[in-house]
């Protein structure tokens, strides 16, 4: 490796921009990763075939163990991926490449390289998720050059100070290893909002652009003001810039360090902040965050897997551990979300031309009454083993008769509380009525936005539409929101728009009185509703419905919120 | 030679953590099992290069083979991975 002497580039205003993964902000310098050793150019052909073929088989097998060493010491996401790329390491259908190239008279490294590339240009067609993994490849091809050379493999040096990594993309093995004493950002010149690094680094919560042109123009040692938020690097910020960069990141870490308990804003009016589970081990961990509770308990997710029906007993067990993980607090379970958007292997449902508009949720009912019954016997089983707290709610309401229906189908199991999903803009629109047959309402955000613009979730293309902040969909919640509000009975919100401080308030502002997102958005919306009054949410919720879009609607919330909530964000 | 035919559940395809079990899955059994997309041609099924490089897609259908003693078990046990959903959120 090679060390450059810093000689920071006198470019000050300088700045280079790409997708900013996260909102975090960050000034330091530049650390680049060393470049990885390349094949020898014109390299000759092994004087002795044998020995290479063995040196290059070692080879491979050196770098798979190291991965592998690697994975075992790294947590589960980025131990899924370095065993992933180390089966690349131990491909037989690579190495079979390697070995029939150097048998045309390709020197070793050459023959890694050339049969890597081959592999690259396949999963490069492939697009997407597979054309992001030619990074993790083309890193398992620079480990084996190097050690077929005898050099070191490519890496970070080590650092002392406030660090930015720049590369032209990391690799699995990289981001494991990352100094997380030192390194404060990450910038790369390659990768997307899917690829590993913006993965990892939304875990570590580090602030991290990709695809910044010119980022490997930086040189070690320059200063830069990374601001995720922005999609930013500047370099050389003057002193303005850095306190606004350094402003931000301390805003963010006086948030992470803002007092937790239950949420309520500014006024004292009570919103409680739960969280959204699926697997047992997932609710036994968000149990240990503070969070009032459960806001969604998604059953299904118990199920996916399954070929056979889980049993009354099963399901007995799996829902007692999670009402005992969260003990006197609050659960609100959502029997079966299922159909043909995800089959179940013992209810199959028809091919449809609209998944999304078919069997699915409680319409599945229908079919398999059974279904329903077993899990709301399980639920009691484990109410009554526990002493819990259970709320039990059906998805996909779309009519006073189901919401009825599913009502008395509860209370016949002796379950005390009652409630239906709100995701249906009928159902929405009938809130008043929908209200009367039961004891709560649910708002899935997801759905209701998906349903009310006519818009695919999958359709990326259309992502403007699907856009909780449309004022369509904030018209449909305050439906619900008022409804709740005449008959004294709460409603709630269980989808994205939850974690989202700002649309959080606006809908406090309509009535909402629970938040159910997933644990890790808690802190930031608890921050927001402390610094609002119910007073100011609802002027908010009001000149975001006045908006003509969804970016207009945000515009007049920012607008309208304490600053230190907007730099917190 | 035993063959199978399966459409392949998970979400994403045959990628990424569906695509790194099935491949080990596959070595696990110790038998040269290959697959094929469709009506293409068959791949060497311990290559997970190969294997990502098939491209295959959610509900597509792919015929594993294989030969050796325990060749229909090792087969019957790789398409019950395949029938399940590994991507459920």
């Known amino acids: ?100 190239r150097m048998s045309t008279g390709v020197g070793p490294a050459t023959a890694v390289d050339q049969a890597v590339e081959g592999f690259c240009s396949i999963l490069e067609m492939s697009g997407g998720y597979m054309a992001e993994r030619v990074t993790d490849l083309r890193d398992v091809r620079d480990r084996i050059v190097a050690q077929v050379l005898g050099q070191q493999p490519p890496g970070l040096p080590p650092m002392t100070e406030p660090s930015v990594v720049v590369a032209a993309d990391l690799a699995p093995a990289d981001t494991a290893t990352l100094d997380l004493d030192h390194v404060v950002a990450i910038v790369t010149e390659l990768g997307g909002p899917t690829s ?36 930013t690097v500047a370099l050389d910020p003057d002193d303005a810039q850095r306190e606004t960069i350094i402003g931000r990141a301390k805003a963010r870490a006086a948030l992470k360090e803002s007092g937790g308990g239950p949420g309520k804003t500014k006024d004292g009016k009570g919103i409680q902040l739960l969280a959204n589970v699926g697997k047992v081990e997932d609710a036994v961990k968000a149990a240990k965050e503070d969070v009032e509770g459960v806001g969604l308990f998604r059953t299904e997710v118990l199920f996916l897997e399954r070929k056979t029906a889980p049993t009354v007993e099963e399901q007995t067990k799996s829902y007692t551990e999670v009402l005992k993980a969260f003990g006197d607090r609050k659960v609100v379970v959502r029997t079966l979300d299922a159909g043909a958007d995800k089959p179940l292997a013992f209810a199959p449902s028809e091919e449809e031309e609209n998944p999304a508009l078919g069997v699915r949720g409680l319409r599945m009912d229908k079919r398999f009454p059974q279904l329903l019954d077993d899990q709301l016997t399980a639920i009691a089983a484990a109410v009554k083993a526990t002493g819990a707290k259970a709320w039990v709610m059906a998805p996909m309401v779309s009519t006073v008769h189901e919401a009825a229906a599913f009502e008395q189908r509860v209370k016949a199991h002796g379950l005390p509380v009652g409630g239906i999903m709100i995701e249906v803009p009928a159902a929405a629109l009938r809130a008043p009525h929908l209200i009367e047959k039961v004891d709560f309402f649910s708002i899935g955000t997801n759905d209701l936005t998906q349903y009310a613009m006519a818009t695919d979730r999958m359709a990326g293309e259309l992502a403007e539409l699907l856009d909780p902040w449309q004022p369509a969909v904030l018209d449909l919640i305050a439906l619900a929101g008022a409804a709740g509000q005449a008959a004294d009975k709460p409603v709630g919100v269980c989808g994205e728009a939850a974690r989202d401080p700002l649309l959080a308030l606006v809908l406090v502002g309509l009535g909402i009185s629970s938040l159910s997102m997933a644990p890790n958005g808690v802190p930031a919306v608890r921050y927001a509703l402390a610094r609002t009054t119910t007073a100011q949410c609802e002027e908010m919720a009001a000149a975001a419905r006045g908006a003509i879009d969804a970016a207009a609607a945000r515009a007049a919330v920012e607008a309208l919120v304490d600053p230190e909530v907007l730099l917190a964000l | ?47 997970i290069l190969m294997v990502m490089g098939l491209a295959v897609g959610n509900n597509d259908e792919v015929t594993l083979a294989a030969e050796g003693d325990g060749a229909d078990a090792a087969l019957d046990q790789l398409v019950e991975l395949l029938e399940v959903d590994h991507d459920a959120p």
């Open chain 1, 1 to 100: 490796m090679t060390t450059t002497t810093p000689t920071p580039t006198s470019q000050a205003g300088k700045q280079l921009t790409g997708i900013g993964v996260g909102r975090g902000s960050a000034v330091g310098k530049v650390v680049k990763l060393a470049p990885p050793v390349r094949p020898p150019a014109h390299e000759a052909a092994a004087a002795n075939a044998e020995q290479a073929q063995a040196l290059v088989k070692s080879s491979f097998d050196f770098v798979a163990t190291n991965l592998r060493t690697r994975a075992a010491q790294a947590e589960s996401t980025v131990a899924a991926v370095l065993e992933a790329t180390s089966l690349m390491a131990q491909d037989p259908g690579l190495l079979a490449d390697v070995i029939r």
């Open chain 1, 196 to 231: 590993h690094t913006a993965i990892i680094a939304a875990q570590l919560d580090l602030p991290c652009i990709v695809r910044v042109a010119g980022a490997l123009e930086l040189a070690d040692g320059d200063e830069v003001a990374v601001d995720a938020a922005h999609g």
């Open chain 2, 1 to 47: 030679m035993p063959t199978r035919k399966v459409k392949v559940a998970s979400r994403v395809g045959l990628h990424a953590r569906p695509a790194s079990l099935f491949v080990q899955a596959v070595t696990a059994t110790g038998l040269p099992v290959t697959i094929a997309k469709g009506d293409g041609d068959p791949v060497d099924a311990r290559s």
